[in-house]
């Protein structure tokens, strides 16, 4: 062989190698509502997830390639919700960390199961959200079944005798939650004085307020969002209502003090453990507060979930969605949560829910 024949061969096998097509980036979604009356819960899944996905891709990526994100709204409308799940089956994406409202997770999530795509919430709380047997869903928070139970053993315990009325706003998170919490009280022999359903998005609470001062209500328990739940607060301060409010996860968020200001003063409510004050975590919440960012509420949720996908593809050599599934439900992650794994519905294996209380335009553990 000659030295130029040689050489032709080599520069032929170079280009070769060159025409070979790069690994392609895994591509995973957040969905949740980046619009609407609940975009800041949105706003922390985006970052959660961005940071997630760029801390993993920092590492080397899973199965050695980048995780591409892309986002995805749903403005806690089921029908959009709907319409977004198409998008992200017809994207081809690994994950979904997604949705926040039940409402919207529990009908994207059949669209999920038809498209082989794994579903992991970092919000929806529903009962009906796993127990449906879907084998591609998972949630990495509590369910309302466990929350509604917490709050009316802790009223029974700290407000003996009051006179407690509840109030639900109709979605599936906010009913669900409410009749949890109104069944456990009543099997306790504690009869409401009232229970009223409201209509979301309205601006004057007034004739609901009237209903409770006729009752005397001391404790209203309220199933709902944070605007709903800090305009209920502020009419009942500004009609002379001296009433507590206790409601559920979705009141943890610093917008629920912009609504109430300090007539919010003294609310309680229920959510998992703060991520944010382990140790563990320290250096990682410090990045977010350097991009001027709280990471409150879900937003390290959204980075929990994206952690225990990534791990279970890593344990199963793949991004198939049925053998991550089974890798999800029979191995533990070391998450921001904690070390967590999930059940065979894909409820989330973690520490239960605790108090909360507001105090001076902040949230912390309740005593």
């Given at each position: 062989m000659t030295r130029?024949?040689?050489?032709f061969?080599a520069?032929?096998?170079?280009?070769s190698?060159?025409s070979l097509?790069a690994?392609?980036?895994?591509?995973?979604?957040?969905?949740?509502?980046?619009?609407g009356?609940?975009a800041?819960?949105?706003?922390?899944?985006?970052?959660?997830?961005?940071m997630a996905?760029?801390?993993?891709?920092?590492?080397?990526?899973?199965?050695g390639?980048?995780?591409?994100?892309v986002i995805?709204?749903?403005?806690?409308?089921?029908?959009?919700a709907v319409?977004?799940?198409?998008?992200m089956v017809?994207?081809?994406?690994?994950?979904?960390a997604g949705?926040?409202c039940s409402?919207?997770?529990?009908?994207?999530?059949?669209v999920?199961?038809?498209?082989?795509?794994i579903?992991?919430?970092p919000?929806?709380?529903?009962?009906?959200?796993?127990?449906r047997g879907?084998?591609n869903?998972?949630?990495v928070?509590?369910?309302d079944d466990a929350?509604?139970?917490?709050?009316?053993k802790?009223?029974l315990s700290?407000?003996?005798?009051?006179?407690?009325?509840?109030?639900?706003?109709k979605?599936?998170y906010?009913?669900g939650?409410?009749?949890?919490?109104?069944?456990?009280l009543?099997?306790?022999g504690?009869?409401?004085?009232l229970?009223?359903?409201?209509?979301?998005?309205?601006?004057?609470?007034?004739?609901?307020?009237?209903?409770?001062k006729?009752?005397?209500?001391d404790?209203?328990?309220f199933?709902g969002?944070?605007?709903?739940?800090g305009?209920?607060?502020?009419q009942?301060?500004?009609?002379?209502?001296?009433?507590?409010?206790i409601?559920?996860?979705?009141?943890?968020?610093?917008?629920?003090?912009?609504?109430?200001?300090?007539?919010?003063?003294?609310?309680?409510?229920t959510f998992?453990?703060?991520?944010r004050?382990?140790?563990a975590?320290?250096?990682?919440?410090?990045?977010?507060?350097?991009?001027?960012?709280?990471?409150?509420?879900?937003t390290?949720?959204?980075?929990?979930?994206?952690?225990a996908?990534?791990?279970?593809?890593?344990?199963?050599?793949?991004i198939?969605a049925?053998?991550?599934?089974?890798?999800?439900?029979?191995?533990?992650?070391d998450?921001v949560?904690?070390?967590?794994?999930?059940?065979?519905?894909?409820?989330?294996t973690?520490?239960?829910?605790?108090?909360y209380?507001?105090?001076?335009?902040?949230?912390?553990y309740?005593?």
């Open positions: 130029t024949t040689s050489l061969l520069a032929l096998a170079a280009a190698l060159c097509p690994k392609a980036d895994i591509t995973i979604a957040v969905v949740g509502p980046m619009t009356s609940e800041q819960f949105g706003e922390q899944f985006r970052r959660g997830g961005t996905v760029d801390d993993i891709n920092a590492k080397g990526g899973v199965l390639q980048k995780l591409q994100l995805g709204d749903d403005a806690c409308d089921p029908k959009q319409s977004v799940a198409n998008d017809s994207k081809e994406v690994a994950l979904v949705h926040y409402g919207s997770s529990i009908p994207a999530s059949d999920y199961a038809e498209g082989n795509v579903q992991i919430s919000a929806s709380t529903n009962p009906k959200f796993t127990d879907l084998p869903v998972f949630r928070c509590g369910r929350q509604g139970p917490t709050a009316a802790y009223v700290h407000f003996r005798g009051k006179r407690i009325a509840i109030v639900q706003d979605s599936a906010g009913k939650l409410a009749d949890e919490f109104q069944k456990t009543n099997a306790q504690v009869k409401e004085v229970y009223e359903a409201i209509t979301a998005g309205e601006k004057d609470y007034t004739p609901l307020v009237s209903k409770l006729e009752v005397k209500a404790i209203v328990y199933g969002y944070k605007t709903e739940g305009l209920i607060v502020r009942m301060h500004e009609q002379g209502l001296n009433a507590t409010l409601g559920g996860d979705a009141l943890v968020t610093e917008e629920f003090w912009a609504i109430t200001g300090p007539a919010g003063e003294g609310t309680l409510m998992g453990p703060d991520p004050l382990d140790p975590n320290a250096a990682l919440v410090q990045r977010f507060r350097a991009q001027n960012y709280e990471p409150e509420a879900y390290l949720y959204t980075y929990a979930a994206i952690q996908w990534a791990q279970a593809a890593q344990k199963s050599g793949t198939d049925v053998k991550v599934e089974a890798a999800l439900r029979n191995n533990t992650f998450t949560l904690g070390k967590i794994g999930f059940d065979i519905k894909g409820d989330v973690a520490p239960g829910y605790v108090f209380v507001w105090r001076n335009g902040k949230y912390g309740a005593k």
